[in-house]
């Protein structure tokens, strides 16, 4: 099975997905580990995209096509994969659409981690991170004994700046921008799935793969 994975920062999509794709035995991509691994190998499009990142510059879509599609040919995604953090933008979605069509095949569906923006908030500005061992610890879900102080190290926790309210409302509101139109998209072409993202991680795990068994995944 052949699938997209979409939701707004703090659905759980980095943890869904590893479930998702172990339940399929199918390998779950995402650009960050495309780009780590190109990076570090040195090949030609790790170098190029190496070449922007260094500038502070964004990685031109061209480029990071290129590694997926390598990425893709590779045998163990033969079968299938799960895709996560790409496409992000519908041109994205345009060209991996025809990516795929080059390989002889086609999306099979679009999972979609459906969360309000108040709960979002809720999960990404919670977490506080130890200074020490650099576990993320939060506030309401996975508190510590002693507030402020790691329970594993016993060093301080602090709030990274992408975990402050402020933060996450900029990125929702670029998540609206630039990737909801995905949900459209996908839409239109009979390949989107909602999954309501909200409650305990096994919760919303049954519910995708429940929704999964419903398309033949």
Same mark, same amino acid.
């Given at each position: ?5 979409? #939701? *707004?920062?703090?659905? @759980? ?5 590893? +479930? ?6 199918? *390998?779950?991509?995402?650009?960050? !580990?495309?780009?780590? %691994? ?6 030609? /499009?790790? =170098? ?5 990142? !260094? ?27 799960? &895709?996560?953090? +790409? *496409? ?8 991996? !659409?025809?990516? &795929? ?9 679009? &999972? ?21 061992? #650099? ?13 402020? =102080?790691? $329970? ?27 990737? %909801? *139109?995905?949900? $459209? ?6 390949? /989107?799935? #909602?999954? $309501?993202?909200? @409650?305990?991680?096994?919760? =919303?795990?049954?519910?995708?793969? !429940?929704? &999964?068994?419903?398309? #033949?995944?």
């Amino acid at each position: 099975m052949r699938l997209v994975l979409v #939701g *707004p920062p703090g659905a @759980g999509k980095g943890t869904q997905a590893e +479930f998702i794709a172990a339940h399929l035995s199918v *390998p779950k991509i995402s650009t960050g !580990d495309i780009f780590r %691994a190109n990076v570090s190998q040195g090949t030609p /499009l790790g =170098v190029e995209a190496k070449r922007y990142m !260094d500038a502070g510059k964004l990685v031109p879509d061209e480029v990071t096509i290129n590694m997926v599609r390598d990425r893709l040919a590779e045998p163990d995604a033969g079968e299938g994969f799960l &895709l996560d953090g +790409f *496409p992000r933008t519908t041109p994205q979605a345009a060209a991996l !659409d025809k990516l &795929l069509a080059d390989l002889g095949t086609a999306l099979d569906l679009v &999972l979609e981690l459906v969360v309000d923006d108040d709960e979002v908030i809720r999960r990404l500005s919670g977490r506080r991170t130890c200074r020490g061992c #650099g576990k993320i610890w939060h506030v309401e879900f996975d508190a510590t004994t002693r507030e402020g =102080v790691c $329970d594993r190290c016993g060093a301080e926790l602090f709030q990274r700046d992408d975990d402050k309210p402020e933060t996450i409302a900029a990125r929702l509101r670029e998540y609206a921008e630039k990737t %909801a *139109p995905l949900v $459209d998209y996908y839409g239109a072409q009979g390949k /989107l799935v #909602g999954i $309501d993202a909200t @409650g305990p991680v096994e919760d =919303v795990t049954v519910r995708a793969i !429940d929704a &999964l068994r419903s398309y #033949g995944g």
